[in-house]
């Protein structure tokens, strides 16, 4: 009986490990070209004695409930108030991932006569909230601007009574590029309608004191930004910034928030650290920028490849399993490199993930794109 119980999932293995789909986890080892650890933060002298100096004055490992029961702690609402201060937003409200921030956002806020326009690269986890959620939702062209405007003036023509919903990353975690924002924003305010920032991959290392690339429109009525706590700035959670009745809204409305134990506020006591070095520490941001640029200018010099202009950096493989097995043969090298595959690109788009982080130096950059080099030349479709 059990080998009946689990052979459907048995089979479901099989065929993602014949179409090179299967997933397994791998420990962190060799040289850092695979994390979002952009700033190098999560492992700095700086958070530790932080996050010390919290156990040290009370602050519990643990929130004991929901934020609407008694897990709401004093670190919590004063993180909120200062990433408020920090981002030029009316509220900020705190969630224990950026995951859970979006879909919450997508599930609660949209209402059923709304729709949401996404881009096709969206995250899977505005896909998930899209998917829990009441409104319709449609997939524009990737930042084709044309593209997201066709689709609501579509629905405008249909009957849509209801409010747009535009839904992008400012900085594109597989593509590494970034969202045509001023135009989306006049697009959204044009039909008025909102505009909802994942700003993931942005936060921490771009715009003033690395408030991001949507600083500029953050603060309107009419737009939602995401700041994830566990890439640039190493520690974990979301922010989400809006209006006083956007996030009082959340509090009341959205279920992982609602029924979710709050997130540890020893975390919320990192993450205020976190935000204060940006400020106080704006060469990191200066050196992060120095070699991604340097990278950039490298893979196209040894590889051919133009770089994406920012820290992630993309190499197209194509095969799935190529792509897997050059991955293995660099992590045996010493160079923490991921393969990237389908569903979480388009099919026969699998790809290395190499990203740009405070851990590595010019060096280290240049021999793993050496030694790239000859892997992919040596490991042949």
């Known amino acids: 009986m059990t080998a009946d119980l689990l052979a459907r999932y048995e089979k479901t293995l099989d065929g993602l490990e014949?179409?090179?789909?299967?997933?397994?986890?791998?420990?962190?080892?060799?040289?850092?070209?695979?994390?979002?650890?952009?700033l190098a933060l999560a492992a700095s002298p700086r958070l530790k004695a932080a996050m010390t100096a919290a156990i040290a004055r009370g602050v519990p490992v643990g929130?004991?409930?929901?934020?609407?029961?008694?897990?709401?702690?004093?670190?919590?609402?004063?993180?909120?108030?200062e990433a408020a201060a920090f981002f030029g937003v009316e509220r900020t409200l705190f969630f224990g991932s950026g995951y859970a921030a979006n879909t919450a956002?997508?599930?609660?806020?949209?209402?059923?006569?709304?729709?949401?326009?996404?881009?096709?690269?969206?995250?899977?986890?505005?896909?998930?909230?899209?998917?829990?959620?009441?409104?319709?939702?449609?997939?524009?062209a990737h930042n084709g601007v044309g593209a997201f405007a066709d689709a609501i003036g579509q629905w405008r023509r249909a009957g849509g009574a209801g409010r747009p919903w535009i839904a992008v990353e400012?900085?594109?975690?597989?593509d590494g590029d970034r969202a045509p924002l001023a135009e989306l924003s006049a697009l959204a305010a044009r039909h008025d309608g909102l505009l909802v920032i994942d700003e993931a991959h942005a936060t921490g290392v771009f715009g003033p004191d690395?408030?991001?690339?949507?600083?500029?429109?953050?603060?309107?009525?009419?737009?939602?930004?995401?700041?994830t706590c566990g890439k640039a700035l190493g520690v974990s959670g979301a922010l989400v910034g809006a209006s006083a009745v956007i996030c009082d809204y959340l509090v009341n409305r959205a279920r992982n928030f609602i029924y979710s134990t709050a997130p540890s506020p020893l975390v919320a006591?990192?993450?205020r650290e976190a935000l204060a070095a940006l400020v106080d520490e704006p060469e990191r941001r200066a050196a992060f920028e120095d070699l991604s640029t340097f990278a950039n200018r490298a893979l196209f010099e040894t590889l051919g490849i133009a770089g994406s202009g920012s820290q992630i950096l993309p190499i197209p493989i194509g095969d799935n399993g190529r792509a897997l097995r050059i991955?293995?043969?660099?992590?045996?090298?010493?160079?923490?490199?991921?393969?990237?595959?389908?569903?979480?690109?388009?099919?026969?788009?699998?790809r290395l993930r190499i990203a740009i982080t405070l851990n590595v130096d010019r060096a280290a950059i240049g021999q793993m794109l050496e030694r790239l080099k000859i892997a992919i030349a040596e490991e042949r479709p």
Do not use: C, W
């Open 18 to 38: 014949r179409k090179g789909r299967r997933r397994a986890l791998v420990s962190a080892g060799g040289i850092d070209f695979t994390s979002n650890d952009y």
């Open 63 to 81: 929130a004991g409930g929901s934020r609407l029961l008694r897990g709401n702690h004093g670190e919590h609402e004063a993180l909120e108030a």
């Open 105 to 140: 956002l997508f599930s609660t806020l949209p209402q059923r006569d709304d729709l949401i326009v996404h881009d096709a690269l969206i995250h899977a986890s505005a896909h998930e909230g899209i998917a829990a959620g009441k409104a319709p939702a449609v997939a524009a």
């Open 170 to 174: 400012s900085l594109y975690s597989m």
């Open 210 to 227: 690395g408030r991001g690339l949507a600083a500029e429109l953050e603060g309107r009525e009419n737009v939602v930004v995401l700041h």
């Open 269 to 271: 006591a990192a993450v």
């Open 327 to 350: 991955a293995a043969r660099m992590r045996a090298e010493g160079y923490d490199i991921r393969a990237i595959r389908p569903p979480t690109v388009p099919e026969g788009t699998a």
